[in-house]
């Protein structure tokens, strides 16, 4: 089983960006999947989540209004739009997928992990 995220980069604040998680291996239709951050020096943090529906999503507050989560069951993947982008938001940003008993906001109820992408905000 493996998370493939990509989509990061360098953009200036204010600028936007589309994250991709492609998983193989096994499907992820019936789960939450998520994406979480982890600045320098910082404890990952939660981004958001989305039911196995998508109709569901859940943000952490400080992306509320900005970030966008969603997913396309049929290619197994599950997207994170970054708009209005701030120089706090620099991190690297992971996928996770299948969190135990759908507690989506818990780090370690994830069971499965993407490898991570570099997103840097220059102000």
């Known amino acids: 089983v493996q998370l493939q995220a990509s989509g990061g980069g360098l953009v200036q604040a204010g600028g936007s960006l589309r994250l991709s998680c492609a998983a193989s291996?096994?499907?992820?239709?019936?789960?939450?999947m998520g994406w979480f951050r982890q600045a320098p020096g910082k404890e990952r943090e939660f981004v958001a989540a989305?039911?196995?529906?998508?109709?569901?999503?859940y943000y952490g507050d400080s992306v509320k209004g900005r970030f966008t989560i969603s997913r396309d069951n049929i290619k197994n993947a599950v997207y994170l739009q970054l708009n209005s982008l701030k120089p706090e938001d620099t991190a690297v940003y992971y996928c996770?997928?299948?969190?135990?008993?759908?507690?989506?906001?818990?780090?370690?109820?994830?069971?499965?992990w993407g490898q991570g992408t570099q997103v840097t905000v220059s102000s």
């Open positions: 996770a997928a299948d969190p135990y008993r759908s507690d989506y906001v818990r780090e370690t109820a994830y069971r499965y």
């Open positions: 989305i039911s196995w529906s998508g109709v569901t999503t």
């Open positions: 291996g096994r499907t992820f239709s019936s789960t939450f």
